[in-house]
């Protein structure tokens, strides 16, 4: 396919483990983002990737949360011991080389619950 | 730090009616864009439109429009000739150009409901 893929769909945790989200972007994308969507709420940006640079890890909320990339394809997630206030849609978006203010492109997200 | 406000939680319209989904945001920035999103049920974010802030005329993609007053700092989206697939979340969204990141800046959005 050719838009932004995201896995799992959905995932169930309990309190205290650890969760691994995945993104794949679009092919030629070299600009990817993690957002995180409370219910009811708008999206609030986690961080960015572009290329080899540095990422922009600004929105993280906490040291429990991580990501990686490498080069210009898969990125994944990490929540440590994930608490209840993590249940969230995370949201994965990645746009073309010159990201300024070209569109981003979202795939469908995974719903984490913490139980 | 950039914040966008949208002001109407829930909308309904008539289907062939039109509707406005007001939008304001806060900057000190000159050159930035916005954005319009569309979040069915599937969860999917569906970009709707995209202004520059340079550009003087509106955006405009089919039956969707925006209403962009720069100096009120206002960015509404008029949806003409609603139709049942609009039924949606609609989420308003910033960029500043000049940071290095080019992250989106979202309001809470307005939930429309197209009523048959």
């Known amino acids: 396919g050719a838009g932004v893929s995201q896995s799992p769909s959905n995932k169930v945790t309990e309190k205290g483990k650890d969760v691994e989200l995945r993104c794949d972007p679009i092919s030629g994308h070299t600009a990817l983002y993690w957002y995180r969507q409370r219910l009811g709420q708008g999206l609030e940006f986690l961080i960015y990737f572009q290329g080899n640079s540095a990422p922009d890890k600004s929105g993280l909320p906490s040291d429990r949360f991580s990501a990686e990339r490498t080069g210009e394809s898969v990125s994944t997630l990490t929540i440590q011991r994930t608490q209840q206030e993590d249940s969230a849609v995370y949201l994965c978006?990645?746009?073309?080389?010159?990201?300024?203010?070209?569109?981003?492109?979202f795939g469908p997200g995974t719903r984490l619950t913490v139980l | 730090a950039q914040t966008v406000t949208q002001s109407q939680p829930e909308m309904s319209v008539q289907e062939a009616e039109t509707v406005t989904l007001s939008c304001t945001y806060d900057t000190s920035e000159n050159n930035y864009y916005l954005f319009w999103y569309k979040q069915p049920p599937s969860r999917q974010m569906i970009l709707v439109i995209r202004q520059e802030a340079y550009k003087q005329q509106n955006a405009t993609e089919n039956r969707f429009s925006v209403n962009f007053q720069k100096a009120a700092k206002s960015f509404s989206l008029k949806i003409s000739d609603s139709q049942l697939g609009d039924t949606a979340m609609y989420f308003c969204?910033?960029?500043?150009?000049?940071?290095?990141?080019?992250?989106?800046?979202f309001g809470k959005g307005t939930k429309l409901s197209v009523i048959p």
């Open positions: 978006a990645s746009s073309q080389i010159t990201p300024r203010g070209d569109t981003q492109y």
């Open positions: 969204a910033f960029m500043d150009s000049g940071a290095g990141s080019y992250q989106l800046t």
